[in-house]
Structures are given as C-alpha cells and as structure tokens.
C-alpha cells in the first residue's frame, strides 16, 4: 500500500496473519454504504469524499460485499486513481449478477458463482485484484468442497485477481472451517456483548490466521439509548446483558463506543476490528478511541468476569437473524 495516507493507521500497525499485508487495526465495514432500503440515502459525492477519508485518516482496510447493494459501485467510484491507498476485502458465493443497487438474499456455492461474483466485484470496484475474498453466507464445509468453491477460489488467486482468501462465519459452522489450509482469513462476529467466538478465534489465530471482527460496537447500541442492535441478537438482549454485567459503573464515565472499541483490541487475537458510520466525525471518534490503546488489565479483567456472568462469554449465546436496519 502506498499514496497520500497522512496518518499513521487507526489503532496501530498489524501484520495480517501470514500475509504480507500491514493492516490498520481500526477497519471500515461499507455495509452503511448499501443504499436504501438497508442504509441511508447519501449524496454519491458525498459518499466518494467519505471513503477518501478513510485513507486520509489511517484506515485503508475496507470490507465490503456483493450483497451489499451500492457499496462496491460507490467504492468503485472513490477508489479512481486512488487504488494504492487501500486494502479491499469482498465476499463471494453471493448472488452475482444482478442489477446494480439490488441487495442480494441468497448464496450459491459454486466455482461458476464464485468466479461470477469475483469477476464482478472487480469490475464494480474498477480494480485488477482484491486484496481479500470471503466465502459469504455462513455455509457448511460440504456445501464448499462439493461446489468446488476453494478450487475457485484458488484458481482466482493463480490469475492474480485475489490475494488473499477465506471466509466469514459464526459458530456452530466455523468450527469446520479451522483447519482449512487454504483459508487465511475469517471474519468473525465480536464485541463485549457478543463473544460467543471468543474461543474459536483463539483457535485459528494459534494456526496463523488473519481475524477480522464484525460488530465490535454493538451497532452502537450503548451510546443510542438502545434504540437499535446488533445483528444477530433479539429485542432487549444485549442491553440487559450490558445492565447485569454493571458495565456503567465499570467503565467510571468512559464513553460506551470507546469502551467497546477498546475491549475488542485488547484482545491480541483480533487483528481488524471493523467499525460501521458514515458520518465523519463519528469516524474521527472512533479513531481517537482506538488510539488510546487496550483497555488497562484491571478494567479489562473484571469486565470479561462480569459479561460472563451476564451472559457473553466463549460459547455462550444463539446468534438470531435480524436487527434494525438502517442504523439509527
């Protein structure tokens, strides 16, 4: 990667698993970025100067997806003349080919899908290669080896289209996905009030795996009145676990989002946290709670204790389709 970033990168340097990508520990998740109905309805140039600002702040890691309707377009747009300042991750197994704008509902694990739906992000993002590729959809592993999807995807990687590649699951099925040699990378939902995973990422991170968390602030449900939640959780769920844990008075007045931003980079498993706004102040924020670096032990320590004991601990919870879209 190299340009015109002017910042040193969001939350840190970090080298990704065996890769010879250095990643910002702070990343963008560009599902706000889908267009109505999932997401809010932005100006396109205003969404073009956003994502340039992301590098322009020290967070070139983007992560995004076919399902996610405008995002990869817009992206496109932003990243004309500008490809070196980023490190772009997309999924695949999502529906390819449909028009422009539409949010995918399925996922189809096939070689001839998966080749599609590259191929296709490609030419949304006007660029040569991705950076990353995740296997979309929380799939089985027989589901993958019998649709051929990691010849695939490593076909695509001998051509020079992809770089790196894995998936993006959740427990139960991410457990089968551990010792994939070929897979590098796995994204993994994760935060202080969801660490059903905790223990799982434990576990690939000791094989040398790249992990990228999803979700780490909660959809910013602390600092919305809990108006809204993450996904994967039912009405009310995360805020009485937030409630039992006291976290309130844990925290002595730190800022909820800056809590939750801190909790999962102090755990040295994660490499990219992803954080989801379009509002540039929020990112700036967001940045300057990642800067202030891993909660101290002491804080850290009693709020693990205490969200075990509220329920979101390794193993604990069902993950639940849903959540209110878009983000407040």
């Not at 051509?159 to 590098?184: M, Q």
Request: aromatic letters at 6%; glycine letters at 12%; hydrophobic letters at 40%.
């Amino acid at each position: 990667m190299s340009g015109s970033q002017t910042k040193p990168l969001a939350g840190g340097a970090r080298a990704f698993g065996t890769s010879d990508l250095i990643v910002s520990r702070l990343g963008y998740g560009a599902m706000e970025l889908s267009g109505p109905p999932r997401a809010r309805d932005l100006p396109e140039a205003e969404v073009i100067s956003f994502v340039h600002a992301l590098a322009d702040h020290g967070m070139p890691y983007i992560d995004t997806s076919i399902d996610y309707g405008l995002s990869e377009t817009l992206i496109g747009k932003a990243l004309i003349g500008r490809r070196a300042n980023y490190i772009l991750a997309s999924k695949c197994a999502c529906q390819a080919g449909l028009p422009i704008g539409e949010h995918g509902e399925s996922h189809v694990y096939s070689e001839q899908n998966v080749i599609a739906g590259v191929e296709q992000s490609l030419q949304r993002l006007r660029t040569d290669y991705l950076d990353v590729v995740q296997v979309h959809g929380n799939p089985t592993r027989r589901e993958l080896e019998e649709g051929g999807v990691i010849e695939a995807l490593l076909g695509l990687q001998k051509r020079g289209l992809v770089r790196y590649f894995g998936i993006s699951s959740r427990l139960p099925l991410l457990a089968e996905f551990v010792d994939v040699e070929a897979f590098t990378v796995y994204q993994v939902p994760y935060s202080a009030l969801q660490r059903t995973n905790e223990a799982v990422i434990e576990a690939l991170k000791k094989k040398g795996k790249a992990i990228v968390t999803r979700g780490v602030t909660g959809r910013g449900a602390p600092s919305k009145g809990w108006a809204t939640r993450p996904i994967g959780t039912a009405q009310g769920e995360v805020q009485g676990i937030w409630q039992r844990a006291g976290l309130d008075e844990l925290i002595k007045g730190m800022d909820p989002i800056e809590f939750m931003i801190r909790f999962a980079l102090t755990n040295p498993n994660l490499d990219v946290a992803l954080v989801a706004t379009t509002n540039l102040a929020h990112l700036q924020a967001n940045i300057a709670s990642a800067a202030k670096g891993p909660l101290p032990a002491d804080l850290y320590q009693a709020a693990c204790q205490s969200l075990l004991a509220a329920g979101s601990g390794p193993g604990l919870g069902v993950y639940k389709g849903g959540g209110p879209t878009p983000v407040l």
